[in-house]
Nanobody, 128 residues
Framework: VQLQASGGGLVQARGSLRLSCAAS????????MGWFRQAPGKEREFVAG????????YYVDSVKGRFTISRDNAKNTVSLQMNSLKPEDTAVYYC??????????????????????WGKGTQVTVSS
């Protein structure tokens, strides 16, 4: 599976951005999908994940209530709507997927190490 993320940019605090990730080369609905981010000098961290059908989602506490992950299996895309952005959200954001055996628990238990597929990152910068 090839993943391509887009939609990053520069936004002021309390603003919004929508990231998108387009998938190709596989059966998209076979994969749970997720977003990670990596700030300068920090490890890559899991942000949000979504199940195959989109019926289940998971968010880390720092983004809960502000970010929304969604997917469109007909278009082979997964999105991350980010509202009420804070300067600490500044990072390079990556879409990712584990193998077809993966579940949302894979993101929680194994983080970046559990991923098989990565898109190129997209920079999100939130100014104060």
């Amino acid at each position: 599976v090839q993943l391509q993320a887009s939609g990053g940019g520069l936004v002021q605090a309390r603003g919004s951005l929508r990231l998108s990730c387009a998938a190709s080369g596989g059966t998209f609905e076979d994969y749970v999908m997720g977003w990670f981010r990596q700030a300068p000098g920090k490890e890559r961290e899991f942000v949000a994940g979504i199940s195959w059908s989109g019926g289940s989602t998971y968010y880390v506490d720092s983004v809960k209530g502000r970010f929304t992950i969604s997917r469109d299996n007909a278009k082979n895309t997964v999105s991350l709507q980010m509202n009420s952005l804070k300067p600490e959200d500044t990072a390079v954001y990556y879409c990712a997927a584990p193998s077809t055996d993966g579940t949302i628990a894979t993101f929680i238990r194994h983080g970046a190490a559990g991923m098989h597929y990565w898109g190129k990152g997209t920079q999100v910068t939130v100014s104060s």
